[in-house]
C-alpha cells in the first residue's frame, strides 16, 4: 500500500467489498460517521385500525381474485359498509398464501397431483413464510386476533456450503470478519491511513477491528472461539475447531453473499410466523369478509367497464357492480377480454412472472435438533435448491417437516419441469452434500410445489424491468377499474407489499365514493 492515497470513502468502500454491508457500516459507527443508538424519531407502523374516513358508503365492489391483497381490500371495505364480492378462480382463497397439511391435495398444470400426506400437526409454508417486525402484516396479525411466534431467520448453527465446502455459518462469519479486521488493522497499524483519520480515530479504529475480527495481540485473525467447537466447553475447555484457512482459502469459498443475507431491511431478525400456519391470515380475514362473499371455482372471462359501473364475466354467470378492483396476477389479468384500453394491456404485459419452488420434506425425527443441534435458521447454499429452512416452531416434537429447497428463476425453472418424485430425489441428493447420508433417511413424505405451474397464479412474484410509466398507469388508474397486489409497490413478494397496495386502493376509491353526487 505504499505510495498509494487512500481516501476514508475508498476505505469504507475496500470494507463494504470485502466484509459486506454490516462490516462497513460497523467501521462507520466507530469513526463516527453513522448513528450508534436508535433515532427517536422513528415512526412505527401505521396502527392496527386502519380505516376508511368520511363515513359509510353503499357502492357495491367486485373484487378479482380472493388472495391477500383481494381479502385486505374486500376486509377494510366491509367496515366502511360497502357490498363486496369476490371471485377467485382456484378452489380456495389464499392465493399464493398456501399452507398444506395432511389430506391436501395440490394440483399443478401440466404435471400430476400430490396427496398430502402429513401427520397430525405437521404443515408446510408453501407460499410465504416469515413476516418482517416493521411490515403491515403484523398490525393484521394483531387486529384479527392471530398469535404469532418467532421466525429464525439467522441461525449461526446453520450451515454455509459453497464450492463444495460446509462450515458453520458463524465459523465463515468468523474467518471472514476476521480477516477483513486483520487487513484493516495492518493498514492502520503502518500508517496506511494518516492521510485519511486522525491518530486518535486510528486508535478507535484499531480497538473496533481487535473486538470485530477478534484479533489477536499482533493483531492477527489467527481463528477464534467465534468459530465453534468440535467439542463444547463444559467442566473442561472444550476443542475449538482447527485453525481456519489463509485469506485466500476463505475469499475463495465465496460465503459473503451468505454470511451477509440477513443485512437488508425485509430480512433483520427478528422475525415472525403466525402460529400453526401462515394461512391463519387468510383465514381470519376470510371469516371477517365472510365466507359468503367469496365464490371459488369462478374464473373471470371478461371485464367491461361502463358508464355507471361494470360488468365482470365469469364461469358461473355475470355480475355488475359499481367498481372493481383487480387483484389478479398481472400477466393473467393481461389475457381476460377487457375495454380498458391498449395501454392497459401493455402495461400489465410489462412484469414478468419469476419461477419459484419449494419442497416440504417430513422426517421422522428432527435429526437437525437431535445430531446437528440446530433450532430454526437457514443454510444458505450455492446448489440449485439455494435455501434449507429448519422449522422455528415445535421444539423436541418426534417429527417434523423442513424446506428442502426454496430456489427461485432459473434453478426453480429446472426443478418445476421434473416430476415431483424426481424433485425430491434430486433435492435429497443435493442436501446430503451438507448434511450427510441421515438426510436420505427417515423420511416420511414430501411434497413439492413449482408455483410458475399454479393455474390462475404461474409465478411465485413479479419482476419489473424498470418502475416505469406503467407501473403508474395500473397503480393511479382513473377509471371504475383499480388494479391491487404487491407487484405495485416496493415489497414485490411480501404479503405486506399486497396489504399495502389494497390499503391505497380502497382509500382512493372511497375518497371518489364520498366525492360523487
Request: glycine share 12%; with cysteine; hydrophobic share 40%.
Amino acid at each position: 500500500m505504499e505510495g498509494a492515497a487512500l481516501t476514508r470513502r475508498g476505505l469504507l468502500v475496500g470494507i463494504g467489498a470485502v466484509g459486506g454491508a454490516g462490516a462497513m457500516y460497523a467501521a462507520m459507527g466507530a469513526l463516527g460517521l453513522a448513528p450508534t443508538a436508535q433515532d427517536k424519531e422513528f415512526t412505527p407502523p401505521r396502527q392496527s385500525d386502519f380505516t376508511l374516513r368520511g363515513g359509510k358508503a353503499a357502492a357495491s365492489v367486485v373484487i378479482l381474485g380472493a388472495g391477500v391483497a383481494g381479502l385486505t381490500a374486500a376486509y377494510e371495505l366491509g367496515k366502511a359498509g360497502y357490498d363486496c364480492t369476490l371471485l377467485e378462480a382456484r378452489e380456495r382463497a389464499g392465493g399464493r398464501n398456501l399452507t398444506l397439511r395432511g389430506g391436501d391435495r395440490l394440483t399443478e398444470a401440466r404435471g400430476p397431483a400430490q396427496d398430502v400426506r402429513f401427520g397430525e400437526g405437521v404443515y408446510f409454508n408453501a407460499g410465504p413464510g416469515r413476516i418482517a417486525p416493521w411490515m403491515v402484516t403484523l398490525d393484521y396479525c394483531r387486529e384479527l386476533g392471530i398469535p404469532i411466534e418467532t421466525f429464525v431467520n439467522n441461525n449461526a448453527a446453520a450451515y454455509v456450503h459453497t464450492n463444495g465446502e460446509t462450515v458453520r455459518a458463524r465459523t465463515a462469519r468468523a474467518d471472514m470478519y476476521g480477516y477483513v479486521a486483520e487487513l484493516l488493522a495492518k493498514a492502520t497499524h503502518l500508517g496506511a491511513l494518516d492521510r485519511v483519520i486522525t491518530k486518535n480515530d486510528q486508535e478507535t479504529l484499531l480497538d473496533f477491528l481487535r473486538r470485530f475480527g477478534d484479533l489477536g495481540p499482533r493483531l492477527r485473525y489467527e481463528g477464534s472461539e467465534r468459530r465453534g467447537f468440535t467439542e463444547w466447553p463444559g467442566t473442561g475447555g472444550g476443542a475449538p475447531i482447527p485453525a481456519p484457512g489463509t485469506l485466500h482459502q476463505v475469499l475463495a469459498a465465496g460465503t459473503g453473499r451468505a454470511i451477509t443475507n440477513d443485512f437488508g431491511y425485509d430480512q433483520a431478525t427478528p422475525m415472525f410466523q403466525p402460529v400453526g400456519g401462515m394461512d391463519a391470515i387468510v383465514k381470519k380475514l376470510t371469516e371477517a369478509v365472510g365466507a359468503d362473499r367469496i365464490r371459488t371455482g369462478a374464473k373471470v372471462t371478461k371485464v367491461t367497464a361502463l358508464a355507471d359501473g361494470v360488468e365482470v364475466a365469469y364461469t358461473g354467470g355475470t355480475l355488475k357492480a359499481d367498481y372493481c378492483i383487480a387483484a389478479l396476477p398481472p400477466h393473467v389479468m393481461a389475457r381476460i377480454p377487457h375495454n380498458l384500453g391498449a395501454d392497459v394491456t401493455a402495461a400489465l404485459r410489462t412484469p414478468v412472472p419469476v419461477a419459484a419452488g419449494k419442497i416440504g420434506l417430513e422426517y421422522g425425527t428432527r435429526w437437525w435438533e437431535l445430531e446437528d443441534r440446530i433450532y430454526g435458521g437457514v443454510t444458505e447454499t450455492d446448489l440449485d435448491i439455494t435455501h434449507i429452512w429448519y422449522p422455528s416452531h415445535d421444539y423436541h416434537a418426534e417429527r417434523g417437516l423442513l424446506v428442502g429447497y426454496y430456489n427461485s428463476e432459473k434453478n426453480a425453472e429446472l426443478y418445476g419441469a421434473l416430476t415431483p418424485e424426481d424433485r425430491r430425489r434430486r433435492a435429497l441428493t443435493q442436501g446430503k452434500k451438507i448434511h450427510g447420508e441421515k438426510y436420505r433417511q427417515n423420511l416420511l413424505s414430501s411434497v413439492s410445489i413449482a408455483w410458475q405451474r399454479q393455474e390462475h397464479i404461474e409465478g411465485g412474484w413479479v419482476r419489473w424491468p424498470s418502475v416505469d410509466s406503467s407501473f403508474t398507469l395500473l397503480q393511479r388508474t382513473d377509471g371504475r377499474v383499480y388494479f391491487a397486489g404487491d407487484w405495485l409497490t416496493h415489497l414485490i413478494a411480501w404479503q405486506a407489499g399486497a396489504m399495502e397496495s389494497a390499503r391505497d386502493v380502497v382509500t382512493r376509491l372511497h375518497q371518489r365514493v364520498l366525492q360523487s353526487p
